[in-house]
């Protein structure tokens, strides 16, 4: 039964499928045009439902961007006030646009950002949302999104749906569905909409931390190449080989849950069941166990090299190749050959 305390809905009046598009300074975080293509396969799913994507202070240029990926209309919020993010108004603003254009279901990526904004939301629009879920399907006979997430430490699959309640909401991590090819013959509408917030919070300074070092490597979830260090670093000095080899490779720096914990990396480098999903081509793992947490997050890469002094560490067990031995000594061997190797071009 649903709530008694929530304002009755219609659930025939909402249609569509509409993704949040969030930026990063004058771009598109890749989660959401990921989301796109996921969107416009539930949306054929649904009978052709359009699909729709809302960008916070954003420009046409990025609406565009989410056209040439699968939206058939773009929101922008016009407001100055929210060129700099505040999760308060930012869900403010963004569940304003929802009720207007009522989506039947309405996805957010689970960045840090999504994560946080994803509960504002939802708890505006007096609806359930579904965090960090890994698939996601549409139920013929009801029209409900069958919302797929793991639980239990990641050994299983619940399936969440939201019968009763419009839209459905459900958060994905980044890399979890492969971006959808740019078309720039696709065309659609670009709407602005001017939306008045209600200032609760002020922003006084903005710090970065941890992140100096990794400021200039893509992230994650968007590169073919991550290498990534985990506890058996001993030390925040062992990512500095990482970034050597990474840089090297053309590719970027992750870490694991506990080298995260140990403050070696920033939290927007983890990589795993809570961190980001990924799908490189090339995958190196340095110094990580391997737990089932981990691996949740890199299923998709293509090729798995693992580098540990335990032959018997789970991550070995699922790696392509594994190399047994100290880091130490095998990292800077690997990139003195690279070295060499590009020497000779």
């Given at each position: 039964?649903?709530?008694?305390?929530?304002p009755?809905?219609?659930?025939?009046?909402?249609?569509?499928?509409w993704?949040?598009?969030?930026?990063?300074?004058?771009?598109?975080?890749?989660?959401?045009?990921?989301?796109l293509?996921?969107?416009?396969?539930?949306?054929?799913?649904?009978?052709?439902?359009?699909?729709?994507?809302?960008?916070?202070?954003?420009?046409?240029?990025?609406?565009?961007?989410?056209?040439?990926?699968?939206?058939?209309?773009?929101?922008?919020?016009?407001?100055?006030?929210?060129?700099?993010?505040?999760?308060?108004?930012?869900?403010?603003?963004i569940?304003?646009?929802?009720?207007?254009?009522?989506?039947?279901?309405?996805?957010?990526?689970?960045?840090?950002?999504?994560?946080?904004?994803?509960?504002?939301?939802?708890?505006?629009?007096?609806?359930g949302?579904t965090?960090?879920?890994?698939?996601?399907?549409?139920?013929?006979?009801?029209?409900?999104?069958?919302?797929?997430?793991?639980?239990?430490?990641?050994?299983?699959?619940?399936?969440?749906?939201?019968?009763?309640?419009?839209?459905?909401m459900?958060?994905?991590?980044?890399?979890?569905?492969?971006?959808?090819?740019?078309?720039?013959?696709?065309?659609?509408?670009?709407?602005?909409?001017?939306?008045?917030?209600?200032?609760?919070?002020?922003?006084?300074?903005?710090?970065?931390?941890?992140?100096?070092?990794?400021?200039?490597?893509?992230?994650?979830?968007?590169?073919?190449?991550?290498?990534?260090?985990?506890?058996?670093?001993?030390?925040?000095?062992?990512?500095?080989?990482l970034?050597?080899?990474?840089?090297?490779?053309?590719?970027?720096?992750?870490?694991?849950?506990?080298?995260?914990?140990?403050?070696?990396?920033?939290?927007?480098?983890?990589?795993?069941?809570?961190?980001?999903?990924i799908?490189?081509?090339?995958?190196?793992?340095?110094?990580i166990?391997?737990a089932i947490?981990?691996?949740?997050?890199?299923?998709?890469?293509?090729?798995?090299?693992?580098?540990?002094?335990?032959?018997?560490?789970?991550?070995?067990?699922?790696?392509?190749y594994?190399?047994?031995?100290d880091?130490?000594?095998?990292?800077?061997?690997?990139?003195?050959?690279?070295k060499?190797?590009?020497n000779?071009?």
């Open positions: 039964m649903p709530c008694s305390l929530w009755p809905i219609k659930k025939e009046e909402y249609k569509g499928v993704v949040y598009l969030e930026r990063e300074g004058d771009r598109l975080k890749d989660v959401g045009l990921e989301l293509g996921k969107a416009r396969d539930l949306a054929q799913k649904l009978g052709g439902a359009e699909v729709g994507g809302v960008i916070v202070a954003g420009t046409e240029e990025m609406a565009r961007e989410a056209i040439y990926h699968g939206a058939d209309k773009v929101v922008i919020i016009d407001n100055p006030e929210l060129k700099i993010y505040t999760p308060k108004e930012y869900a403010e603003a569940a304003t646009v929802v009720q207007k254009y009522k989506p039947e279901i309405f996805l957010i990526g689970a960045t840090k950002r999504g994560r946080e904004l994803a509960a504002y939301i939802a708890n505006t629009l007096t609806t949302i965090a960090d879920c890994t698939a996601l399907e549409i139920d013929p006979k009801t029209r409900d999104l069958m919302q797929i997430r793991p639980t239990f430490g990641g050994t299983q699959l619940a399936t969440i749906k939201t019968p009763q309640r419009r839209p459905q459900a958060s994905v991590r980044p890399g979890v569905f492969p971006k959808p090819p740019r078309d720039t013959n696709r065309t659609g509408e670009i709407i602005i909409e001017k939306v008045e917030v209600t200032r609760k919070t002020r922003l006084i300074s903005v710090e970065k931390r941890l992140e100096k070092d990794v400021a200039d490597l893509p992230p994650v979830e968007s590169a073919d190449v991550v290498v990534a260090g985990g506890r058996g670093l001993g030390s925040a000095d062992g990512f500095k080989l970034i050597e080899l990474a840089k090297l490779l053309g590719g970027t720096v992750g870490a694991s849950l506990m080298a995260v914990r140990a403050g070696w990396a920033p939290h927007t480098r983890q990589i795993g069941q809570t961190g980001k999903t799908r490189p081509r090339l995958y190196i793992a340095v110094g166990s391997g947490q981990h691996l949740m997050g890199i299923l998709e890469a293509k090729t798995i090299v693992a580098i540990n002094p335990d032959p018997h560490a789970p991550i070995m067990e699922n790696a392509d594994a190399v047994v031995g880091y130490k000594q095998i990292i800077p061997l690997l990139i003195e050959e690279i060499r190797l590009k000779q071009q």
